[in-house]
């Protein structure tokens, strides 16, 4: 049987547009190209959310503040692309840095499906190893023709997440795309400049940026 989801209009006032399914690839490409993102909570259903107001960040509009300038140019940090997925991501379940994010929602089957969903070329790890090379930061997002969508970021070193943000962005920005969607805004999205517009307005650019793959 095909997986269908209902129109993201038919969402509630959270966002909460579906319960219940799989996070097969097949259902996880299905989502994203139709602006739909997995929530799983621990020991309940699965829950599918496309919100009211959408974060993004337009990457002409990324604010690096000279402070935080200065300081990566002092680290020493190296930055790759898909090296290392699963610790990555691994990396991000376990994060307590999580001030405005959504809690522990990477859970095991989450980890184990997005492997899979790597495997297959949809979701991509960036890495930030220092100079002993370990791995001291990273994201890990969902790209899908000039669409990416960053699903979360962690860091083991003082600003390694944020440095594997600003290099994120450059990475993918040289790429042709022009702005990634991060789903719900936190406070450290604000401080690069992450902003909230209406999902109808995220619908139009998600398929623009989909027609472009």
């Known amino acids: 049987m095909s997986v269908k989801f209902p129109p993201v209009e038919f969402a509630d006032e959270s966002g909460l547009l579906a319960i219940g399914g799989d996070l097969d690839v ?6 994203y190209r139709n602006g739909i993102f997995p929530w799983p909570v621990i020991e309940e259903p ?3 959310f496309a919100p009211p107001q959408r974060a993004i960040l337009e990457f002409d509009e990324l604010h690096i503040p000279r402070r935080l300038q200065r300081s990566l140019r002092k680290a020493d940090f190296t930055f790759d692309v898909n090296t290392d997925f699963p610790d990555v991501i691994r990396a991000c379940a376990r994060t307590k840095h999580r001030k405005g994010q959504r809690g522990t929602w ?3 089957d989450m980890v184990q499906a997005y492997i899979e969903f790597h495997r297959r ?3 991509h790890s960036f890495e930030v190893v220092n100079s002993q090379g370990d791995l001291v930061g990273g994201l890990y997002g969902v790209w899908i023709g000039h669409y990416f969508a960053g699903e979360s970021m962690f860091y083991k070193e003082s600003n390694a997440s944020k440095f594997a943000l600003i290099k994120t962005v450059d990475y993918l920005k040289k790429r042709g795309l022009s702005w990634m969607d991060v789903q719900v805004l936190t406070p450290l999205l604000v401080h690069f400049g992450a902003k909230e517009i209406p999902r109808f307005l995220f619908m139009k650019k998600l398929q623009r940026a989909l027609f472009e793959e």
């Open 121 to 123: 070329g949809f979701a």
């Open 46 to 48: 699965l829950l599918w």
């Open 26 to 31: 097949d259902t996880l490409e299905l989502a």
């Open 106 to 108: 990477i859970t095991e």
